[in-house]
């Protein structure tokens, strides 16, 4: 399955965090969070891994792995981005403004 | 073949939506995002419940694509307009799935949701429902869908192409990042294959980019054009959109789909697989 589970905090039940390097926050716009915003996941060189649509309270998540990412949210909007390291697996919060 | 018979944009969408004898359908596999708001006037299909055999891996038969085109409404001189999310993934898929089935008129909103979503279009969650049709199908058009053993003959002789990331090519991922990686298969690449992921064709939002900057692409990635082309990722869907820009907008002859893709492949017991960027020096 390709489709985008809907996007929480929570994490999926059986998520191990000592094996999967999760990545995960909220896309904002001056405090308020963005929902329905399209949110690319991009790796170390730029290149395009995948893309999420936010929840209504602006969540999304990416089971990626340890490594330089970037986060990148387009939205009716405006767009913003956030570069994030992940040394580890594990839980990394990575938050993003949109303007 | 010209990209204004098989792409159409957002502006001729909304100018279009009530039109006889044009159909839009979203096809997500989240049904979900069709109920919370759609096109005005779009049918749904899901590409998991209504396209797949539920027992066979495998696409619903003739008979049952007939069924199913029929009670959704849509007609065999229907021009249809398929678009969805995920960069419009699941809307290319069934546009290769509507041509193996031999329907004429089927374009594909250049875009899909994103960009309509970006454009700040409107959505509705208004019901929609159509007067059932008595659709008639063709036979599969089998020179589009490639099959395993076509595939392992295609190493080293034909151009495979790999439309998925990096690290899924490389094995590094097992699956596209915004899913679980707890998964069963060997990682890697078919020999041979190129790694040209699907979204080095798309712009950000999500729509197709130009010719030129396709052919570009593929040129400088090595596919070469004198040789047929089977193209592949993890369940076929990605690889419809690179189907896409290469057979239906670039115009490439003898381009197939291999629908069964990694998760097929990357199962078999002997076949060959290639780790790593399989580009020399890295």
């Given at each position: 399955m390709?489709?985008?589970?809907?996007?929480?905090?929570?994490?999926?039940?059986?998520?191990?965090?000592t094996?999967?390097?999760?990545?995960t926050?909220?896309?904002?716009?001056?405090?308020e969070p963005?929902g329905?915003a399209?949110?690319r996941?991009?790796?170390g060189?730029?290149?395009?891994?995948?893309?999420?649509?936010t929840?209504?309270?602006?969540?999304?998540?990416?089971?990626?792995?340890?490594?330089?990412?970037?986060?990148?949210?387009l939205?009716r909007?405006g767009?913003?981005?956030?570069a994030?390291?992940a040394?580890?697996?594990?839980?990394?919060?990575?938050?993003?403004?949109?303007? | 073949?010209?990209?204004?018979?098989?792409?159409?944009?957002?502006d001729w969408?909304?100018q279009?939506?009530d039109?006889?004898?044009?159909?839009?359908?979203e096809?997500?596999?989240?049904?979900?995002?069709?109920?919370?708001?759609?096109?005005?006037?779009?049918?749904?299909?899901?590409w998991?419940?209504?396209?797949q055999d539920?027992?066979?891996?495998?696409?619903?038969?003739?008979?049952g694509?007939?069924?199913l085109l029929?009670d959704k409404?849509?007609?065999?001189?229907?021009?249809?307009?398929?678009?969805g999310?995920?960069?419009?993934?699941?809307?290319?898929?069934?546009y290769?799935y509507f041509?193996?089935?031999?329907?004429?008129?089927v374009?594909?909103?250049d875009?899909?949701?994103?960009?309509?979503?970006l454009?700040?279009?409107?959505?509705?969650?208004d019901?929609?429902?159509r007067?059932?049709?008595?659709?008639?199908?063709q036979?599969?058009?089998?020179s589009?869908?490639?099959f395993?053993?076509?595939?392992?003959?295609?190493?080293?002789?034909?151009?495979?192409?790999?439309v998925?990331?990096?690290?899924?090519?490389?094995?590094?991922?097992l699956a596209?990042?915004?899913?679980?990686?707890?998964?069963a298969?060997?990682?890697?690449?078919i020999?041979?294959?190129?790694?040209?992921?699907?979204?080095?064709?798309?712009?950000e939002?999500?729509?197709?980019?130009?010719?030129?900057?396709?052919?570009?692409?593929?040129?400088?990635?090595?596919?070469?054009?004198s040789?047929?082309?089977?193209a592949y990722?993890?369940?076929?869907?990605?690889s419809?959109h690179?189907?896409?820009?290469?057979?239906?907008?670039?115009?490439?002859?003898?381009?197939k789909?291999?629908?069964?893709?990694?998760?097929?492949?990357?199962?078999?017991?002997?076949?060959?697989?290639?780790?790593?960027?399989?580009?020399?020096g890295?």
């Amino acid at each position: 399955m390709c489709g985008a589970p809907e996007q929480t905090q929570e994490l999926p039940p059986g998520t191990d965090l000592t094996t999967q390097t999760v990545l995960t926050g909220t896309v904002h716009s001056g405090g308020e969070p963005v929902g329905g915003a399209f949110v690319r996941l991009l790796d170390g060189s730029g290149e395009f891994t995948a893309e999420v649509v936010t929840s209504a309270s602006g969540d999304f998540r990416f089971f990626a792995a340890p490594g330089e990412w970037t986060v990148r949210a387009l939205h009716r909007s405006g767009n913003g981005e956030t570069a994030v390291t992940a040394e580890r697996p594990g839980l990394h919060v990575v938050e993003v403004e949109v303007a | 073949m010209s990209r204004e018979n098989v792409l159409v944009t957002a502006d001729w969408a909304e100018q279009n939506l009530d039109t006889d004898g044009v159909v839009l359908v979203e096809v997500d596999e989240d049904t979900t995002a069709y109920d919370a708001g759609h096109i005005p006037g779009a049918i749904k299909i899901n590409w998991k419940t209504e396209l797949q055999d539920q027992v066979t891996r495998d696409f619903v038969d003739k008979g049952g694509f007939e069924k199913l085109l029929s009670d959704k409404g849509i007609g065999n001189d229907d021009t249809v307009v398929l678009y969805g999310g995920n960069n419009n993934w699941f809307a290319a898929y069934a546009y290769w799935y509507f041509k193996l089935y031999g329907h004429s008129e089927v374009k594909l909103l250049d875009g899909g949701r994103k960009k309509w979503e970006l454009d700040g279009r409107t959505l509705t969650t208004d019901e929609v429902s159509r007067p059932s049709t008595s659709y008639t199908a063709q036979e599969q058009d089998r020179s589009i869908r490639a099959f395993r053993d076509e595939v392992i003959e295609a190493i080293g002789a034909r151009n495979l192409v790999d439309v998925r990331s990096p690290d899924e090519f490389s094995g590094k991922l097992l699956a596209p990042a915004h899913l679980p990686q707890e998964q069963a298969q060997r990682g890697g690449h078919i020999p041979s294959a190129l790694n040209v992921p699907w979204s080095k064709a798309a712009n950000e939002d999500g729509t197709f980019k130009s010719d030129e900057e396709l052919r570009t692409l593929y040129g400088g990635e090595g596919l070469d054009d004198s040789k047929s082309t089977i193209a592949y990722c993890r369940i076929g869907e990605r690889s419809s959109h690179t189907w896409f820009a290469l057979h239906e907008l670039l115009g490439h002859a003898d381009v197939k789909n291999y629908d069964g893709s990694w998760t097929e492949y990357g199962s078999l017991v002997g076949v060959p697989i290639e780790v790593g960027s399989g580009k020399a020096g890295s």
